[in-house]
């Protein structure tokens, strides 16, 4: 294997903290860090970075400040690693280590720009579009919003400090995979502020703007051969390093509101309209990796490398894409959908990483609309069939009740974890499945050709098996 070391260079003492990352976890730091590092190391500039994490990570955090704010990537394929260092970042804060004030005291500093997110599907806390009011998390930040425990209602407490600091507005830039990403934040951020003062709802229509973005890189969660593969290319343990592929795209709707940083010198792309790109990335590589997660899990296999390895799921994966997901997508000045499916295909037999089906699998009721349930209405609008879409909602169904075909326990971690593994053990999970209306809309699941497909489909899994199941579809066209 080549290997191969980089080091960025551009001067770090003009470095201010213009961009505070809330979530910095494995994707941000592979992504959203090397495309700002990039674009400094490109162009130069003053674009530090603070980030910040919530839960877990802490220690992470202090060993980063230690290290001047300095980690590795290491970008692998099955022929090179390239680790590079990155220096955008200035510092960071935790609120269990450093108290929420001081958190909150960072939107309040002038030299603040821009608000990146990498929070996960669920750290939107939305519903139907807007906020969740009954969320737990939200119920306790409206009724105590100066110490605020959700992203939400940190977002809206660094807001109202903004802006009785009198400071000009910020950008606040979605970083997840959600359609629309930043118009679902702008809609829960304003229903927050307006519960707790209309005046900052108004004041933030008019003074922050929120982006949509598409993102994407297969960064998987580091494990210990990650961290011996670092130990082993830098000559000592990194806590804050990350394994990921070569790949990355970033695709940024141009409408920042206190300037704009170095992102499209580090590679990204600005443009007027995301959602194309959005929708195409969700669908395709999303919904197959939803699809190979739950399936692959089901008949035993650990990562998607090795899904990879099995023809009938390869296939399976392939053929989900161009012939179920593709129909359903715009066309793409310059992006030839079928290359796209292909390049996926290899993208995830990256024998490096080791990216857990159980990973991809978890949170999956935040996953399907936009993965897989917005193609299943385009089917029925159009009255095409969708039998790979159907046997993947199956195989979710499947995974929920907690074990493998080889009777192997399987982790079910999502925010609806009860009502999944109730209904995935009920006498007809189907059903079940269809009244849950956090994921499926009422005229969806009131569709009975929806219905018939899904039964179809697990019948055929819980009598065939995944592999078996794959094979027949494969055959009968
Ligand atoms: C994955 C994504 O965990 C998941 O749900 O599908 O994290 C995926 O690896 C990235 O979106 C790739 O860009």
């Known amino acids: 294997m080549q290997v191969e070391l980089v080091q960025p260079e551009y001067d770090r003492t003009k470095l201010r903290p213009r961009i505070l990352h809330l979530g910095f976890g494995a994707f941000a730091r592979a992504h959203t860090m090397q495309y700002l590092d990039a674009g400094l190391a490109a162009q130069g500039g003053d674009w530090g970075a603070i980030v910040v994490r919530f839960n877990s990570g802490a220690a992470a955090l202090t060993a980063l400040?230690?290290?001047?704010?300095?980690?590795?990537?290491?970008?692998v394929d099955d022929e090179n690693l390239t680790l590079r260092r990155i220096d955008a970042v200035i510092g960071s804060c935790h609120p269990k280590r450093d108290g929420i004030q001081a958190l909150?005291?960072?939107?309040?500093?002038?030299?603040?720009?821009?608000?990146?997110?990498?929070?996960?599907?669920?750290?939107?806390?939305?519903?139907?579009?807007?906020?969740?009011?009954?969320h737990a998390g939200i119920r306790a930040d409206l009724d105590a919003p100066d110490a605020p425990g959700t992203a939400i209602g940190v977002l809206v407490g660094g807001?109202?400090?903004?802006?009785?600091?009198?400071?000009?507005?910020?950008?606040?830039?979605?970083?997840?995979?959600?359609?629309?990403?930043?118009?679902?934040?702008?809609?829960?951020?304003?229903d927050f502020a307006r519960l707790l003062d209309p005046g900052l709802a108004v004041w933030i229509k008019n003074n922050v703007t929120f982006p949509c973005s598409m993102v994407d890189r297969i960064v998987p969660a580091m494990d210990a051969k990650g961290e011996a593969m670092i130990t082993d290319v830098l000559g000592l343990p990194d806590p804050n390093a990350i394994v990921c592929e070569p790949f990355r795209q970033w695709v940024i709707e141009d409408d920042f509101a206190a300037g704009t940083p170095p992102f499209a010198a580090?590679?990204?792309?600005?443009?007027?309209?995301?959602?194309?790109?959005?929708?195409?990335?969700?669908?395709?590589?999303?919904?197959?990796?939803?699809?190979?997660?739950?399936?692959?899990?089901?008949?035993?296999?650990?990562?998607?490398?090795?899904?990879?390895?099995?023809?009938?799921?390869?296939?399976?994966?392939?053929?989900?894409?161009?012939?179920?997901?593709?129909?359903?997508?715009?066309?793409?000045?310059?992006?030839?959908?079928?290359?796209?499916?292909?390049?996926?295909?290899?993208?995830?037999?990256?024998?490096?990483?080791?990216?857990?089906?159980?990973?991809?699998?978890?949170?999956?009721?935040q996953k399907v609309p936009q993965r897989m349930l917005a193609s299943v209405t385009w089917h029925l609008e159009q009255g095409s069939a969708f039998p790979l879409l159907a046997t993947g909602l199956a195989g979710w169904m499947l995974y929920a009740r907690g074990e493998d075909e080889a009777g192997n326990?399987?982790?079910?971690?999502?925010?609806?974890?009860?009502?999944?593994?109730?209904?995935?053990?009920?006498?007809?999970?189907?059903?079940?499945?269809?009244?849950?209306?956090?994921?499926?809309?009422?005229?969806?699941?009131?569709?009975?050709?929806?219905?018939?497909?899904?039964?179809?489909?697990?019948?055929?899994?819980?009598?065939?098996?995944?592999?078996?199941?794959?094979?027949?579809?494969?055959?009968?066209?």
């Not at 909150?104 to 807007?130: H, M, Q, W």
């Not at 830039?173 to 702008?186: A, M």
């Open 266 to 365: 580090g590679g990204a792309q600005l443009v007027q309209y995301v959602r194309p790109f959005e929708e195409m990335k969700l669908r395709m590589l999303n919904g197959a990796h939803s699809f190979l997660a739950c399936l692959g899990a089901v008949c035993g296999k650990a990562t998607i490398a090795d899904c990879m390895q099995q023809p009938e799921l390869k296939h399976a994966a392939h053929r989900l894409m161009v012939h179920e997901q593709l129909p359903t997508l715009p066309v793409l000045p310059g992006v030839d959908l079928p290359r796209y499916a292909d390049a996926l295909i290899a993208r995830f037999g990256n024998g490096r990483l080791n990216h857990r089906t159980t990973q991809i699998a978890s949170d999956t009721s």
């Open 65 to 75: 400040d230690a290290a001047g704010g300095q980690y590795h990537i290491a970008e």
């Open 409 to 477: 326990e399987l982790p079910l971690v999502d925010p609806l974890a009860d009502q999944l593994r109730t209904a995935a053990l009920a006498d007809d999970p189907v059903a079940e499945f269809l009244s849950l209306r956090d994921v499926f809309p009422e005229d969806l699941a009131a569709d009975a050709r929806f219905e018939t497909a899904l039964r179809k489909s697990y019948g055929q899994l819980l009598k065939l098996g995944v592999l078996a199941t794959l094979s027949a579809m494969e055959t009968s066209g």
């Open 159 to 190: 807001l109202q400090a903004r802006r009785q600091a009198g400071l000009c507005g910020i950008t606040i830039l979605s970083c997840d995979n959600q359609p629309e990403n930043g118009y679902l934040t702008r809609a829960v951020v304003t």
């Open 104 to 134: 909150l005291a960072r939107f309040a500093n002038p030299d603040l720009s821009v608000v990146t997110l990498t929070i996960t599907e669920k750290g939107y806390c939305a519903r139907d579009g807007g906020l969740d009011t009954d």
